[in-house]
Structure formats: structure tokens, C-alpha cells
């Protein structure tokens, strides 16, 4: 006996493994796919372009100096006081004056040493009158030795007590001067010119020659001086200007902040030693004060002009890095790479560096941006701003809406 299959299950025997070799077919494409997508190497991330501000190294000409921090001093200090024993009657001054060589600045009780004055020259007198007595005498027996009236012994006699007389006078005469002298230690002068300070004691007491704070301490004002010190290797470089030029080497005194110019001086000391404590050489300046903007005690700070250099390579005080291992900048190449440079700075002021090595003439420094950047990185300069901008920011910046 035959079977016959109906046609329905002959169409869903054929169905079935159709379906399920497209199922193999797309799993396999999918993942072959898959395969291929993770099997590929992904590509490396690209680093974006840092923006930084860029100046050039410009040689130019400029001042070598070398700067410090002093302290103002007088030029000359004096404590003025009693050289004898006495009352002070008055003083001449205002405290906190200026004063001239030789003005009254006190006044001590002269009646003691004027009386003393006087008796010596009264003893004076009266020893002088008796050598000119003896003179005559001396003169007399001279004449009548001659006649044979009188005797060689008398002569000689006489001319000895001559001899002791004009010693007596010269003596006499040291007394009036020693006397002089002491009474004029009764008058207290100023011995230069200065400015006075407070007034230490007051008229009416008694004043000793063994006192030690004084009557006034003068201070000299104008001129005055500035006293600093240096590093050490600073001594050759002064040493070297100072041999080419005979002119005094220029000192300039700022304020603390640097900002203000004081006054302008020259060197008048360069310290025989070195301090071998702190490797630093002390020097002194003289300054012409008459405005008085320089006060002793003040803190400056000092600028010692050494000479002028020609085609300085100088940069922008910002392009100046520093490191654990010293000075450096961040230099740009010609492909716009950044490299970290190790540079010498000889000087910083007025935010202008000079850089004696490291860096070369036209060669790209970064000023600004400096934080963002690696070796090897790619800088750009960021875009301009429009001047409206720029102006509009100030005046929002300052607070005013015209």
C-alpha cells in the first residue's frame, strides 16, 4: 500500500530547513561583522593646539645693572654734648630742626670759669711786670760791669732770674689759654650742618663732661647715604667698571614698592671684605637729599648701574620660567612645537628680561599660556580681540556705564 503525503507537510518539510540554514547564514555574517569590528585597531586620539601668547627675543640696548635692598643712613652722626661741668642756661634750637656749622645750640653757666679767666690773667700781669723789672736790672749790672762796678756773679745772677720769669710768663700765659678755652666749652656750637633731633636735657639742670646720652644728636640729612650689599660675584663686575671709566658708578634708590624713584647717587664705598657669613659685599652710596625724600632707618631698594650693553637678547619678564632646576623658557620652533629651553637671566627690570644664555635672536618665546603646555605640544596664538571689546571690558572693569 502506497502513502501519500498531502501537499501542506511537504511544503513545511521544505520550509523548515530553509529557515534554519538563514539563521546559521546571518548569525555567521553577524558575527563575522562583529569580528571585524573589534579586531580593528582604533585610531589615536589627535591633541588639540594649546593658545598661547608668543613674543619674539629682540636684541636690543640696555642698562646692566645690579639691584639689592638698603638702608638709609646720615652721612654723619654726632652726639653733642658737655665737655665740662655745669648748668645749662638755655639752649639754641627747635627740635627737629636743621642747624648750621656753628650755630648756638647750648649754653652753660660761664661766671665760674670767667672768674678763673680772670685770675689768670691777672697772674700774668703781674709775673710779666716783674720780668720786665728783672730786665732792667739785667741791663743795668750789664752796664756796670762794664765799669767795673759790679761783679760777674751779679751778671749771671740776674740773668738767670730773667730766664725764670719768662718761663713763669710762659706759664702764665698757658694758663689764660687753658682758661679761654675751658670758658668757651660754656658755649655749645653745632659742628656741621645737620637736622636736631629731641632735645635730651632741659635748661636748668646740671650737666656732667661724663654723661652719656648727650644734649642732641644731630644727624646729616643732605647729603646722605645709602647702605647695601651685593652677592659676591657681583665684586668682579663692579671691579671691571670701575677700571674702564674713572667716573663714580651710578646709584639709584626706589622705594619699597620699586615703583617710585627716590633720589640718584653715586658709589663712594666698595667694602675691603667680604662676609664670608652670607657671601655678600657691603657698599655704600651718596645721595644730594635737599627734598628729604630719602630718611635714615628707611628700607630702599637699590640700583647699581654698571654699564651699557649692546644687542642684549631681552624677553618679556613673563617668559621667564622657574624650576627646581633653575631659569627656563618655553620655546616655539618653526613647525610650532614647544620645547622647554634652560635660559641664564642676567637681569629683570621693568618687566623686560636680558638673557645671556639659552635663547637666541628672533627665536619664539611664550609669555603667556605657559601652564598648558608639554614638551613637543602645538601652539597657536589665540585670535585678536576688536578694539570695541577691549574697550567695552575697561570701562565695565572700572565701573563706569559711558
Known amino acids: 500500500m ?221 647729603p646722605i647715604a645709602v647702605q647695601f650689599t651685593l652677592p659676591e660675584d657681583a665684586v668682579q663686575d663692579i671691579n671691571r667698571v670701575q677700571q674702564q671709566s674713572n667716573q663714580p658708578l651710578s646709584v639709584v634708590a626706589y622705594d619699597r614698592s620699586g615703583n617710585e624713584m627716590l633720589g640718584t647717587g653715586k658709589l663712594i664705598l666698595l667694602n675691603n671684605q667680604i662676609d664670608t657669613a652670607n657671601g655678600t659685599v657691603q657698599l655704600k652710596g651718596s645721595f644730594a637729599n635737599p627734598q628729604h625724600t630719602l630718611w635714615p632707618g628707611q628700607y630702599v631698594n637699590v640700583r647699581l648701574q654698571l654699564d651699557r650693553k649692546q644687542d642684549a637678547l631681552t624677553v618679556p619678564a613673563a617668559a621667564v620660567q622657574r624650576g627646581q632646576d633653575g631659569t627656563y623658557a618655553w620655546v616655539v620652533d618653526a613647525e610650532d612645537k614647544a620645547s622647554n629651553v634652560p635660559v641664564h637671566v642676567l637681569q629683570i627690570a621693568d618687566d623686560v628680561a636680558v638673557i645671556d644664555k639659552g635663547l637666541a635672536a628672533g627665536q619664539r618665546v611664550v609669555v603667556d599660556g605657559q601652564y598648558k603646555l608639554r614638551a613637543g605640544a602645538t601652539v597657536v596664538e589665540p585670535p585678536p580681540v576688536a578694539a570695541s571689546k577691549i574697550s567695552n571690558a575697561a570701562r565695565v572693569a572700572s565701573g563706569s556705564g559711558n
Not at 679761654?180 to 629731641?198: D, K, W, Y
Open 2 to 222: 502506497t502513502t501519500t503525503t498531502p501537499p501542506l507537510l511537504q511544503r513545511r518539510a521544505t520550509w523548515v530547513p530553509a529557515a534554519a540554514l538563514a539563521i546559521v547564514l546571518g548569525g555567521s555574517a553577524l558575527a563575522l561583522d562583529h569580528n571585524k569590528a573589534f579586531g580593528a585597531k582604533p585610531e589615536a586620539p589627535k591633541t588639540p593646539p594649546v593658545q598661547a601668547t608668543i613674543a619674539r627675543v629682540m636684541p636690543q640696548t640696555v642698562q646692566v645693572y645690579r639691584s639689592g635692598i638698603g638702608t638709609v643712613a646720615s652721612m654723619a652722626t654726632v652726639t653733642v654734648k658737655a665737655r665740662i661741668d655745669g648748668q645749662l642756661d638755655k639752649v639754641g634750637f627747635v627740635e627737629g630742626q636743621d642747624v648750621k656749622a656753628g650755630q648756638l645750640l647750648a649754653q652753660l653757666d660761664p661766671r665760674t670759669l670767667q672768674a678763673q679767666l680772670a685770675q689768670a690773667q691777672a697772674t700774668r700781669a703781674k709775673d710779666a711786670a716783674q720780668l720786665a723789672n728783672a730786665r732792667a736790672d739785667l741791663k743795668r749790672y750789664t752796664t756796670l760791669i762794664a765799669q767795673d762796678a759790679a761783679t760777674q756773679q751779679q751778671v749771671d745772677t740776674q740773668k738767670a732770674l730773667v730766664d725764670q720769669l719768662e718761663a713763669t710768663v710762659q706759664t702764665d700765659a698757658a694758663q689764660v689759654q687753658y682758661a679761654e678755652v675751658q670758658l668757651s666749652f660754656t658755649r655749645i656750637a653745632s659742628p656741621m650742618n645737620g637736622r636736631v633731633g629731641a632735645r635730651l636735657v632741659d635748661p636748668g639742670n646740671i650737666v656732667h663732661a661724663a654723661d652719656t646720652s648727650g644734649l642732641v644728636v644731630i644727624n646729616q640729612i643732605d
